[in-house]
């Protein structure tokens, strides 16, 4: 659960976002809905992400990917055309824990977007998701 301004919690727990900083090997929660028009190369997406190495896991729903990256469990989250109710709470819990949580094209996250593309991870790894794997 999550609070604006008041962080992000697991039970009791404070939780926070990994502090990785290298793009290679990570284990990053991915969702891809290619029946929204999102305007991205997928595959070309997909090329990059396994050039780095990166584990993409699509466990379950959006909000399970999103509360797994925000108590670190994961590195990285990329998520393409959902719909606003799908990540709306995931979003806060991400940002409360110290993701920095974007659309596919740098701009800050709104919950009201539709459709829902999200980049969420710590800053650094944010940076570094944007320009080698999405390619902005």
């Not at 926070?16 to 284990?27: N, R, S």
């Not at 997406?45 to 959006?62: K, L, M, Q, T, V």
């Not at 469990?73 to 109710?85: E, H, K, M, T």
């Amino acid at each position: 659960w999550a609070q604006s301004g008041q962080g992000a919690f697991l039970g009791d727990t404070k939780i926070k976002v990994v502090d990785e900083q290298e793009l290679d090997h990570l284990f990053c929660g991915t969702i891809f809905n290619a029946s929204r028009k999102s305007g991205k190369n997928f595959f070309g997406i997909y090329e990059r992400i396994d050039e780095h190495g990166i584990w993409r896991i699509n466990p379950g729903p959006a909000v399970q990917l999103m509360g797994y990256t925000a108590a670190a469990r994961f590195d990285a989250l990329i998520i393409n055309g959902l719909s606003p109710w799908d990540l709306a709470a995931g979003g806060l819990i991400l940002q409360e824990a110290g993701a920095k949580v974007t659309d596919w094209q740098g701009q800050a996250w709104h919950w009201a977007a539709d459709p829902q593309d999200m980049i969420a991870a710590n800053p650094e790894l944010h940076g570094k998701i944007m320009r080698e794997i999405i390619g902005v």
